[in-house]
């Protein structure tokens, strides 16, 4: 094979790596006491074990933070939010001082965790595996916490949400198609934000699509509701027989339990309500078993019967 056969073939390679979508992080570590920060980009990262508590993400030996990293005694994930792809691009590259254009602040074992990211894990050095042209570091996780926002994607050389991509597909149908109603999942560890009624049955957050688009709407339900609330994807697609109407719903995270209308219910106190329909207590009731399980799925169909197909599976 020719040097350049070679170069095209790593291209493809490469491009078929990008075929799989990720989320993003940046990570950290400091040398010199923790007088001097360093970070950078990767979506190389994965779970590997809950016992013990052990994380991995690769650095190419061609990065400038190699060294720094393949011979650190701790380092930390930030798992980036939907909003921060600026903070991502910035520490994607060269600059002279990163961490002067973000908010961020040393944790117990002198790693930068950055303010407002989807959740960090603060690590010490577990292992360092070589791997051709990249190095694996395996991290043993001394501490984290989960914000519940929606992460940063990525596919195929560029960012994306879940969510938000979902959102764009339901605008471009809405004029043309039946009626939409979005309604949100808000949840919050083991309640779901609920609404009641005058007549003392209870609902979720919904509202009609309108020419603004679904991610108007979307938006207009967390302004309404729970303004720090995030979309992670869609849970139910179904068509109600008689009115013809088209009724998705999104899982969402809330980082809080303490919304602007409403109130957050026990999911384990769900079977003792009222719902407005069964369609509705029905989704609940899987999410709520789903939620135990950590495997979620979409369910497609009418108001009456469906299938669920598995999406995530958590812990894996």
């Not at 519940?148 to 960012?159: D, E, N, P, S």
């Not at 009115?243 to 339990?257: D, G, K, M, R, V």
């Not at 369910?299 to 197909?309: H, K």
């Amino acid at each position: 094979m020719s040097e350049m056969e070679s170069i095209d073939k790593i291209r493809e390679l490469r491009d078929a790596f990008g075929a799989f979508m990720t989320g993003v992080t940046i990570v950290t570590t400091s040398k010199e006491n923790g007088n001097k920060p360093l970070g950078f980009t990767a979506n190389s990262f994965a779970s590997v074990s809950l016992d013990p508590a052990l994380l991995l993400v690769s650095i190419a030996k061609t990065s400038s933070n190699y060294e720094n990293f393949a011979n650190t005694q701790h380092f930390a994930i930030n798992i980036l939010a939907e909003e921060q792809k600026n903070i991502s691009n910035i520490f994607a590259r060269p600059s002279q001082d990163r961490f002067a254009e973000v908010k961020w602040s040393f944790s117990e074992y002198q790693n930068p965790i950055l303010d407002d990211v989807t959740a960090w894990f603060d690590c010490t050095t577990y292992q360092i595996v070589d791997a051709g042209d990249h190095a694996i570091l395996i991290g043993k996780i001394e501490n984290f916490a989960s914000s519940g926002f929606a992460g940063l994607g990525y596919y195929r050389g560029g960012y994306f949400t879940p969510a938000k991509f979902s959102t764009e597909i339901i605008s471009k149908e809405v004029s043309s198609g039946p009626k939409v109603v979005i309604s949100a999942i808000i949840a919050h560890e083991n309640q779901v934000l609920l609404l009641e009624d005058a007549n003392h049955l209870w609902t979720i957050p919904h509202i009609e699509v309108d020419q603004s688009g679904a991610d108007q709407a979307l938006k207009k339900l967390f302004d309404e509701y729970k303004s720090d609330a995030s979309a992670s994807f869609i849970y139910s697609v179904y068509e109600h027989c008689s009115n013809q109407h088209q009724y998705i719903s999104f899982l969402c995270n809330a980082p809080t339990s303490q919304p602007l209308k409403g109130k957050f219910v026990d999911l384990d106190k769900l079977s003792s309500l009222q719902f407005v329909n069964p369609a509705l207590e029905s989704m609940l009731q899987r999410y709520h078993r789903e939620k135990q399980l950590q495997s979620y799925g979409i369910y497609y169909g009418n108001e009456i019967a469906g299938t669920v197909r598995q999406i995530v599976k958590e812990g894996v």
